[in-house]
């Protein structure tokens, strides 16, 4: 049972203090259930005064800040990975176990605890907060969202709680910035009591504790082999001591909650009957998910332009102040261009994220994650992989950045590795390229169209869930238990938050993947400039360059394809990015793309283009194999670049190129020799 307090108020058997020099620099760390606020919390109290990784070995999130005492102190803070139990059934418990419990190398155990705990939920909230109450560390708990606690009619007396506890307790809401003042004084305080808060143990259960913990004390029940020697004696213990622990919790809330009722029937539960309907929770996600692309295809495109323009500028500056040479190549076809593929996707991202931050925010991801859990689960997935795989669509980029928000590793893993199979933008210029000269006439008729991209879309979504259900069977070796969801209460967005997420992401984008896209690009741009050419035809020095080089040397392998080294050469290409592959093809033939109809004459190029035999190049054959390459083929190495920053690990990012590039060109074989074996051309 739970120490409750005595006459004075003092927690029955005596509460010991920390004290520590005004002058150190104290670290608090984090601590709450998912949806609990704590990372509102996080940013209200640090703002931009923080930084975003990695935790070593792991892909769990690392975030670190500091922000400024009542008394001008400097405190730094360390958001820990949300959790419902020290218990660690996954990565991010076992990161914020290990934090705590100081078995960390590269991080130091914290000096104070700042335990995050939902005031409309406290029962639930406080099974977490009880653990860390028993490690022996100063805590604060504090009661977060207490808006939504009084929206619901339930008043908690946090002078009641902080005594049953035997640590301060602070009322606050994030959101709005109430209590942080009372918050940041707590903080400043260098007398924090340490609490002798513990769940008694069941006789048997503690003995054996004490034989196998040494001076661990209950710290032992979270150490995966204390806890497994504890089981081979005294089998069910945990079951029994989660018990234990819920009837202390609940005397506890029995004393400090002073009035509850069960909220009225109101606007959430109304919203809740219409979102979470067989029926009406699919109409609402596809109508606000149709908001969001609208964004994303249209919104997004106008700040796009500005940076497409503002780059052409940069490039017509350097050309006017510069002579002719290389160097000036460089800087306009290698380093601008490449800075220009990177940058050119922030709109959509900060889009995306703007989105998604405002769904997690106001309560309504989890509803999403709900509706589409009983699809994703027969692939294998959570409904949480939703909105990164539609994401997608638009780009892979947001989408794979997008898959942070899927608590399980390997969930979050496999929906990294298909993601890029749905068709994103970028391969709509080749898609209507090749439509185009498939189909003749100077212009693809709009059903031919439709009908062609129905297709194609459909053809990676194909993909998805094909490999998702495959990388599910190879991946997780056994069946996981249903996932119990959490529907948390609707809540304002907290518009703060949902910025600093942006900015944050945007950094991290630009910073980590724009340094290997920008250098990748400059690659590209020498294999296509050197050698030089005597010729001052653009289809000549592409041929002679180093890449037309390496498309006659990869064009046996291309072949049976039914694709020639300029093919090649654009394949090469648009690994920069593949809507380049449209350009690569303009220079091999000869094309300029500064005429107002170059490409309708790019079009008809191709179209009478022949091999040595006199046979047409572009047969509808090969078109359908250049479309079916693209449609899975990972030719994209921002994708590249970001996967590699999600997953930590060059491992899988080479892997997704590998089996992705490797399965395109299996698909496209199928399709041409196949059809060639139909008799078809």
């Known amino acids: ?47 931009l005064r923080q930084k975003v990784g990695n935790f070593p070995g792991v892909t769990v999130e690392r975030k670190e800040g500091t922000c400024i005492s009542q008394h001008g102190q400097e405190l730094s803070i360390i958001d820990l990975p949300g959790a419902y139990s020290l218990s660690a059934q996954s990565p991010d418990e076992e ?20 335990c995050v705990i939902d005031a409309s939920n ?24 207490t808006d939504v606690a009084e929206a619901r009619d339930m008043k908690i007396d946090a002078a009641a709680l902080s005594r049953a506890l035997g640590v301060p307790v602070v009322p606050t809401c994030a959101v709005t910035r109430r209590g942080l003042a009372e918050l940041r004084i707590a903080m400043s305080r260098s007398d924090l009591p340490v609490s002798h808060h513990k769940v008694d143990l069941p006789e048997d259960v503690a003995q054996l504790v004490e034989q196998y913990a040494g001076g661990v004390g209950h710290a032992a ?29 609940h005397r506890i809330c029995e004393d400090a909650i002073q009035a509850q009722r069960l909220a009225r029937a109101g606007l959430a539960d109304r919203w809740d009957a219409f979102l979470l309907h067989p029926i009406g929770g699919w109409v609402g996600l596809f109508g606000i998910l149709g908001v969001v692309f609208a964004f994303i295809f249209s919104v997004a495109t106008v700040p796009m332009g500005w940076i497409e323009a503002a780059f052409a500028w940069a490039g017509g500056a350097v050309e006017a102040a510069m002579p002719e040479g290389d160097l000036r190549d460089l800087i306009t076809g290698g380093i601008l261009a490449g800075v220009e593929g990177v940058v050119i996707f922030l709109p959509q991202i900060l889009t995306m994220f703007f989105f998604l931050g405002l769904m997690e925010s106001t309560g309504y991801m989890s509803r999403v994650a709900f509706i589409m859990d009983r699809l994703m689960s027969k ?43 749905t068709s994103c933008t970028a391969r709509l210029p080749v898609y209507f390229l ?20 129905v297709g194609l879309y459909a053809l990676g979504t194909f993909g998805v869930f094909v490999f998702a259900a495959l990388f599910n069977k190879l991946l997780k070796r056994q069946k996981s238990a249903p996932p119990i969801m959490e529907l948390p209460g609707y809540k304002a967005p907290s518009w703060k938050a949902i910025l600093i997420q942006m ?15 920008l250098g990748m690009s400059i690659i590209l741009w020498a294999l296509q400039t050197y050698p030089k050419s005597d010729s001052d035809d653009p289809a000549v020095q592409a041929e002679q360059s180093f890449a037309g080089q390496l498309g006659h040397a990869i064009e046996p392998v291309i072949e049976p394809l039914g694709y020639d080294w300029k093919m090649g050469v654009g394949l090469v290409a648009s690994f920069a990015a593949r809507e380049v592959f449209a350009s690569s093809m303009a220079i091999a033939y000869g094309v300029d793309e500064e005429d107002e109809d170059a490409e309708a004459k790019l079009r008809d190029k191709l179209r009478a283009a022949e091999r040595d035999d006199g046979s047409p ?38 892997f997704q190129l590998a089996y992705m590039t490797g399965f395109a060109y299996l698909a496209a074989l199928a399709v041409y020799q196949g059809g060639r074996a139909l008799g078809y051309t």
Request: net charge positive.
């Open 617 to 654: 190049v572009f047969t509808t054959l090969t078109c359908l194999s250049l479309l079916v390459f693209f449609v899975f083929a990972l030719q994209c190495l921002s994708t590249v670049a970001v996967v590699r920053r999600e997953t930590g690990s060059w491992r899988w990012a080479l």
């Open 434 to 453: 090749i439509l185009g000269v498939l189909v003749p006439g100077d212009e693809v008729p709009l059903p031919t169209k439709v009908l062609a991209l």
């Open 1 to 47: 049972m739970s120490h409750a307090t005595e006459g004075g108020g003092k927690p029955r058997g005596g509460a010991t203090t920390q004290r520590l020099p005004a002058e150190t620099k104290r670290v608090f760390a984090l601590v709450g259930n998912p949806n609990s606020g704590k990372t509102t919390l996080f940013n209200a109290l640090t703002g």
């Open 503 to 517: 900015w944050d992401r945007a950094k991290q984008f630009l910073v980590r993947a724009g340094t290997v896209i």
């Open 221 to 249: 029940l979270y150490l995966p082999e204390e806890k497994d020697a504890i089981e081979r004696a005294a089998p069910g213990w945990e079951d029994r001591l989660i018990t234990a622990r819920y009837e202390a919790i």
């Open 379 to 421: 692939v294998g997935l959570s409904g949480k992989s939703t909105v990164p795989l539609l994401s997608s669509y638009a780009c892979a980029i947001p989408g794979v950045m997008a898959a942070r928000t899927i608590g399980d590793p390997k969930g979050r893993l496999i929906t990294i590795l298909v993601a890029p199979f």
């Open 122 to 145: 406290p029962q639930r909230n406080l099974y977490l907060a009880s653990q860390v109450l028993e490690l022996g560390l100063p805590v604060i708990v504090v009661l977060n969202m």
């Open 95 to 114: 990161v914020l176990r290990d934090v705590l419990l100081g078995r960390r190398a590269e991080m130091p155990q914290p000096d104070v605890v700042v």
